[in-house]
C-alpha cells in the first residue's frame, strides 16, 4: 500500500483580536503536509491513488486551470508514488510557475479550449479510449473518494469544537468534513467559505457527495472578492498582516479569503463569546507565486 502517513499538528493562534472578541481559534496545520501535494490535495489523492493502484493503472489523468493546485499535486504524487501524469489544462497555451513545476515533476500537459475543457470526461474518454493504463481523477480531485480522505481530519483532532472553517472551490473538502462530524454526531458547525462567485452551487456539489443533510453547514458565499484569484487591496493587506502577526503563511486565493472570512464574521459578532474554532489551513502556498506583483 502506498505511504500516506504525514504531520499536520493543531495550533492556537493567538491574537489580541481573538482574544478580545473572546473566541479561541486554532488551525490544522494541512499546509504542513507537503510543500507541493499540499492541504487538502494530499487527502483528496490518497484514495483515489489507492484505487489506481489496486486498478494496476499506472497513469494519472486529471484536470487544471492554469495555476492549479491539484495539478502541481498530482504532478508531484504520481512521481512520488510512480505513475506517470497527464494533465489537461483549461485555456490556450502559456506558461508559468505552477506549470513549471508540474512538468518537472514528470507531468505531461495538454491545452484544451475553454469550450472543450467543460466535458473532463468526454476528453478522457476521446484521449484514452480503450486504454488500461489511464486512471481519470476529476477537476480539482472532486469525487467521493476525495470526500472520504477529508473526513478523516475529524479522526485527528484533539477537540470537539463549536464551528469549522474551510475554504470551497468544488467543496469536496467541507463535504468530508460534514461526513466526518456526522458521523461522530458532533454538533459542530460546517463553515465553508467559496472562493468562487456564485458559492451556493458548493451545495448542489456537496449533495452529490452524499451530504443532503445541511442543516450544521453555513456557506459565506460573500468573501469571494470578485471571483476565483481575484483580490482587493484590503484582502492583500489582510494576509499581509495576518502572516506577519502569526508567522503561519497565507495565500489571497484560498486561505486569505477563509481567515478574512472569519475575521469578519467575529468583527460582526457573529460568532459567540465563548466559542472555540478551528480553521483548516488547505496550504496551496505556490498559489503565491502568480500574485507576487500584488505584494
Ligand atoms: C484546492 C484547494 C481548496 C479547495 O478545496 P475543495 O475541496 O475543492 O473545496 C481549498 N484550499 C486550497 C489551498 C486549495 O488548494
Same mark, same amino acid.
Given at each position: 500500500?502506498?505511504?500516506f502517513? +504525514?504531520y499536520s499538528?493543531?495550533e ?13 481559534v486554532?488551525?490544522?496545520r494541512?499546509?504542513l503536509i ?5 492541504g487538502?490535495?494530499?487527502?483528496k489523492l490518497?484514495y483515489?491513488?489507492?484505487?489506481a ?7 494519472l489523468?486529471? +484536470?487544471g486551470?492554469?495555476?492549479? #493546485?491539484?495539478l502541481?499535486a498530482?504532478? %508531484?504524487a504520481?512521481?512520488k508514488?510512480g505513475?506517470?501524469?497527464y494533465? +489537461? ?10 506549470l513549471?513545476? %508540474?512538468?518537472l +515533476?514528470?507531468?505531461e500537459?495538454?491545452f484544451?479550449e475553454?469550450? %472543450?475543457?467543460? #466535458?473532463?470526461?468526454a476528453?478522457?474518454?476521446t484521449?484514452f ?5 489511464a486512471?481519470f ?5 472532486y ?11 475529524t479522526?485527528?483532532?484533539?477537540r470537539?469544537y463549536?464551528? %469549522? ?5 468544488t467543496?469536496t473538502?467541507l463535504?468530508?468534513l ?5 458521523a461522530?454526531q458532533?454538533k ?9 462567485k456564485?458559492?451556493?452551487f458548493?451545495?448542489?456539489?456537496m ?6 443533510d445541511?442543516?450544521c453547514?453555513n ?14 487591496p484590503?484582502?492583500?493587506k489582510?494576509v ?5 502577526q502569526?508567522a ?5 486565493t ?7 472570512a472569519l475575521?469578519?464574521l ?5 460568532i459567540?463569546?465563548g ?13 503565491l507565486l502568480g500574485?507576487l506583483?500584488?505584494?
Amino acid at each position: 500500500m502506498l505511504d500516506f502517513d +504525514f504531520y499536520s499538528p493543531e495550533e492556537e493562534i493567538t491574537l489580541p483580536f481573538y482574544e478580545a472578541h473572546g473566541v479561541r481559534v486554532f488551525v490544522k496545520r494541512d499546509d504542513l503536509i507537503h510543500p507541493y501535494i499540499s492541504g487538502n490535495k494530499w487527502r483528496k489523492l490518497k484514495y483515489p491513488l489507492q484505487q489506481a493502484r489496486k486498478e494496476k493503472k499506472t497513469l494519472l489523468v486529471t +484536470f487544471g486551470g492554469a495555476w492549479s #493546485n491539484h495539478l502541481l499535486a498530482t504532478a %508531484c504524487a504520481g512521481a512520488k508514488f510512480g505513475f506517470r501524469t497527464y494533465g +489537461f489544462v483549461r485555456g490556450e497555451a502559456v506558461d508559468n510557475p505552477v506549470l513549471k513545476l %508540474c512538468r518537472l +515533476f514528470g507531468m505531461e500537459l495538454h491545452f484544451v479550449e475553454r469550450e %472543450c475543457y467543460k #466535458n473532463k470526461e468526454a476528453l478522457f474518454s476521446t484521449y484514452f479510449a480503450g486504454s488500461d493504463e489511464a486512471y481519470f481523477i476529476d477537476e480539482g480531485g472532486y469525487g467521493l473518494l476525495a470526500a472520504q480522505g477529508c473526513s478523516e481530519i475529524t479522526d485527528e483532532l484533539d477537540r470537539v469544537y463549536d464551528h %469549522c472553517f474551510c475554504a470551497c472551490g468544488t467543496g469536496t473538502t467541507l463535504a468530508g468534513l460534514a461526513k466526518g462530524m456526522h458521523a461522530r454526531q458532533w454538533k459542530t458547525v460546517a463553515h465553508g467559505v467559496p472562493v468562487l462567485k456564485g458559492g451556493h452551487f458548493i451545495l448542489e456539489e456537496m449533495a452529490k457527495l452524499g451530504v443532503t443533510d445541511t442543516d450544521c453547514i453555513n456557506l459565506h458565499v460573500d468573501y469571494h472578492f470578485g471571483g476565483y484569484a481575484k483580490t482587493k487591496p484590503e484582502l492583500i493587506k489582510f494576509v499581509q498582516g495576518f502572516t506577519r502577526q502569526t508567522a503561519i503563511l497565507i495565500e489571497p486565493t484560498y486561505t486569505g479569503k477563509l481567515f478574512y472570512a472569519l475575521h469578519d464574521l467575529i468583527e460582526q459578532k457573529k460568532i459567540a463569546r465563548g466559542s472555540t474554532v478551528l480553521v483548516i489551513h488547505s496550504g496551496g502556498l505556490t498559489g503565491l507565486l502568480g500574485m507576487l506583483d500584488r505584494f
